[in-house]
Structure formats: structure tokens, C-alpha cells
């Protein structure tokens, strides 16, 4: 899902979960959205992955879209040329962060 339908999505809608995906290493981090029909979304910005350098930063583009709650979750290395390969099983949420302040 592209940024900026991320962005209208989450105006318009209310009934999705936001993840807060971070890799192996804990150095990058991606969002992904999960609508009402389970179906998942990785949000892109120009054809490639949004990526945060932390999950704060991650946080902090969240709630100024007016989304105050999103899972952290942390995927496992699949592979050892590329960390981030694979997806991962919903039981793997380590926490629910709510972001408002």
C-alpha cells in the first residue's frame, strides 16, 4: 500500500490494525496494515519499503496520522544474505504500544 492511500486509508477507516515491524537487528523498522478482511499491506513510499530507523520514528509518523495504537512485532532472521526475508506467524506480537501520549 502506498503511503499516501496509507494516509487516506487511515482517514476514512477505523476497523484495521497497524504493525510496527522491526527485522532481525532491530535497526530498521517498516509499517504494515492488516484491514477487516485479514488481508496485509506493507506500507511503500515510490515502489520500495517505508523504513524507520527506530520503532520511535515509526510511532511518531503514526500518530501524526491520528493512529494511536499499532503492535510491535519482531521478525526473526530467515536467511542469513538478507534478514528480512519471509513473513512471520501472527502469534510473534511481543506487544501492543499504545502511542498516544
Do not use: W
Amino acid at each position: 500500500m502506498d503511503f499516501n492511500k496509507f494516509k487516506i486509508f487511515a482517514k476514512h477507516n477505523d476497523n484495521f490494525e497497524v504493525r510496527v515491524i522491526s527485522n532481525a537487528s532491530g535497526s530498521l523498522c517498516q509499517l504494515e496494515v492488516e484491514d477487516v478482511e485479514g488481508q496485509r499491506h506493507r506500507v511503500m513510499r515510490k515502489g520500495a519499503p517505508l523504513l524507520f530507523r527506530a520503532a520511535e520514528e515509526a510511532y511518531a509518523q503514526l500518530r501524526h496520522l491520528g493512529i494511536h495504537h499499532a503492535y510491535l512485532v519482531h521478525q526473526e532472521a530467515r536467511d542469513e544474505d538478507n534478514p528480512c526475508v519471509g513473513s512471520y506467524p501472527r502469534h510473534q506480537f511481543v506487544s501492543r504500544m499504545p502511542l498516544a501520549t
